[in-house]
C-alpha cells in the first residue's frame, strides 16, 4: 500500500517497491497509515478474541483446542480463529495503541484487547494456583522470546509471567535457546528440575522433549496442556 501526497511520488515510490512486491495500491497518505494499523489491530484483537475464549474454556473445565479444531473442521467462516497464547508481538500491540491515541481513545475494542493479552500471563497464574500448590513448587518456563524460532525477547509476556511466578511459587527457572539473557539456564536443567513447566514460546526443539511433570501449553502446539 502507497500513500503518497502526488503523482510523482507515487510513481517513484511504486518503481522501488516493485523491486519487491508484484503489485502495489494507491491510496492517500491517511488510508495506508490507517490499512497498516488496522492489520495489526486486527491480528492483535483476534489472539485477544482466542485468549479470552481459552480462559473461559479452562475455566469451565474444557478443552478450548478441542473446541477450536472442532468448529474450524470444514467451516470457512471460522478459518481466521487464531490460537491462544502469549501475545506480545511489539507492532501488534503499539499499532493497536497507536491507533486508539490516533482516535482519541475511542478505540474500546483495542483497549479491551490490550487488557485480555497483557493480562493473560496473570490469567495463566491464578488457574494455576487453583489447581496446584504454587507455593510449595519450583516452576519451569520454556522460551523467552516473544516468537518461535526467535532471540527477539521485546515485550515477551514471558518475562512477565516470570515476574508474577516470582511471587507465587518457591523458585522460577527459565530457559531460551535463542536469546541471550545470563539468567537463563538449559531446557535439560530447566525440565530435570522444575515440578510444573510452562510453554512461554513453542519453539520447534520443545517438541522432542520428554517431560515427567505437568506441562501448561497454551498454544497447544508442543502439545496439549497436561494436568
Known amino acids: 500500500m502507497i500513500g503518497a501526497v502526488n503523482e510523482r511520488s507515487a510513481r517513484r515510490a511504486a518503481e522501488l ?7 502495489v ?16 489491530a486486527y491480528r492483535y484483537i483476534n489472539f485477544a478474541i482466542a485468549n479470552q475464549f481459552y480462559a473461559i474454556a479452562e475455566k469451565h473445565g474444557a478443552d478450548f483446542h478441542r473446541i477450536r479444531e472442532a468448529v474450524r473442521e470444514d467451516y470457512p467462516r471460522m478459518a481466521s480463529f487464531a490460537r491462544a497464547g502469549y501475545t506480545a508481538r511489539p507492532c501488534l500491540l503499539k499499532d493497536t495503541m497507536q491507533l486508539r491515541a490516533f482516535d482519541h481513545n475511542s478505540f474500546v475494542m483495542g483497549e479491551s484487547a490490550r487488557m485480555i493479552n497483557e493480562g493473560f ?13 504454587l507455593r510449595e513448587m519450583t516452576v519451569g518456563i520454556l522460551g523467552m522470546a516473544f516468537k518461535p524460532e526467535s532471540d527477539d525477547s521485546r515485550d515477551s509476556l514471558s518475562y512477565k509471567i516470570r515476574k508474577i511466578l516470582t511471587v507465587e511459587c518457591q523458585r522460577v527457572l527459565c530457559s531460551d535457546p535463542y536469546v541471550s539473557d545470563e539468567n537463563l539456564i538449559t531446557e535439560e536443567e530447566v525440565v530435570e528440575q522444575a515440578d510444573l513447566i510452562i510453554i512461554g514460546t513453542p519453539h520447534d526443539a520443545y517438541r522432542e522433549l520428554e517431560f515427567r511433570q505437568p506441562v501448561i501449553d497454551v498454544t497447544g502446539e508442543i502439545g496439549r496442556t497436561q494436568q
Open 17 to 23: 517497491f516493485g523491486v519487491i512486491s508484484p503489485k
Open 121 to 133: 500471563p496473570a490469567t495463566i497464574v491464578q488457574q494455576l494456583k487453583r489447581a496446584y500448590p
Open 25 to 40: 495500491t494507491f491510496l492517500k497518505p491517511v488510508e495506508a497509515e490507517l490499512g497498516k494499523l488496522f492489520c495489526n
